[in-house]
T-cell receptor, first 116, second 111 residues
Framework: SAVISQKPSRDICQRGTSLTIQCQVD?????MFWYRQQPGQSLTLIAT?????????ESGFVIDKFPISRPNLTFSTLTVSNMSPEDSSIYLC?????????????FGPGTRLTVL | DAKTTQPNSMESNEEEPVHLPCNHS???????IHWYRQLPSQGPEYVIH???SNVNNRMASLAIAEDRKSSTLILHRATLRDAAVYYC????????????FGTGTRLQVFP
């Protein structure tokens, strides 16, 4: 299993500012994933973060808006830049744990962001 | 990514069995069928997954159709704590590490 913590748990920000969200895992993992969940919606994958390389972004998400750092195998940050009210969402990180076909994905508790 | 189709919502009474359906007619031979659920105000959690054979664990059972174009998540005795959004997701174990979430089924459980 994997235990994931995120900071902050929630924040209220002004438009035009940036917020950095931290994700800490209790074990070393190759890949970390960042998701966004807009109000009342399902989860949308933002990007995959590998240690030692640039993050891979999904269609509709760009590095300038959502820069990601992955300094080591247990930690990652996602920055939401130049925020607007449309960025109000829950942001979650996740990792795989287990071997081969027996692995499962574990999710952090999420960071609830409100942009005014 | 292969697509899944689930009903938007379902209802159940407490202590009754619940059968949550999922259609995945374009499933490929290497797609595993994963189920996750998201309780209110929490991140998603793993429920069960399988490839071809039916699977059981302490949380639920997964029944997979013989042609693999559909599956059913079975909660044997629903509790109030099982009220959540249930996501059926296909993952090609050999070609991707991503989980792509659909809209899921919101399960309501009544006392």
């Amino acid at each position: 299993s994997a235990v994931i913590s995120q900071k902050p748990s929630r924040d209220i920000c002004q438009r035009g500012t940036s917020l950095t969200i931290q994700c800490q895992v209790d074990s070393q993992v190759t890949m970390m994933f960042w998701y966004r969940q807009q109000p009342g919606q399902s989860l949308t994958l933002i990007a995959t973060a590998n240690q030692g390389s640039e993050a891979t972004y999904e269609s509709g998400f760009v590095i300038d808006k959502f820069p990601i750092s992955r300094p080591n195998l247990t930690f990652s940050t996602l920055t939401v830049s130049n925020m607007s009210p449309e960025d109000s969402s829950i942001y979650l990180c996740s990792v795989w744990s287990g071997q081969g076909s027996y692995n499962e994905q574990f999710f952090g508790p999420g960071t609830r962001l409100t942009v005014l | 990514d292969a697509k899944t189709t689930q009903p938007n919502s379902m209802e159940s009474n407490e202590e009754e069995p619940v059968h949550l359906p999922c259609n995945h007619s374009t499933i490929s031979g290497t797609d595993y069928i994963h189920w996750y659920r998201q309780l209110p105000s929490q991140g998603p959690e793993y429920v069960i997954h399988g490839l071809t054979s039916n699977v059981n664990n302490r949380m639920a059972s997964l029944a997979i159709a013989e042609d693999r174009k559909s599956s059913t998540l079975i909660l044997h005795r629903a509790t109030l704590r099982d009220a959540a959004v249930y996501y059926c997701i296909l993952r090609d174990l050999y070609n991707t590490d991503k989980l792509i979430f659909g809209t899921g089924t919101r399960l309501q459980v009544f006392p």
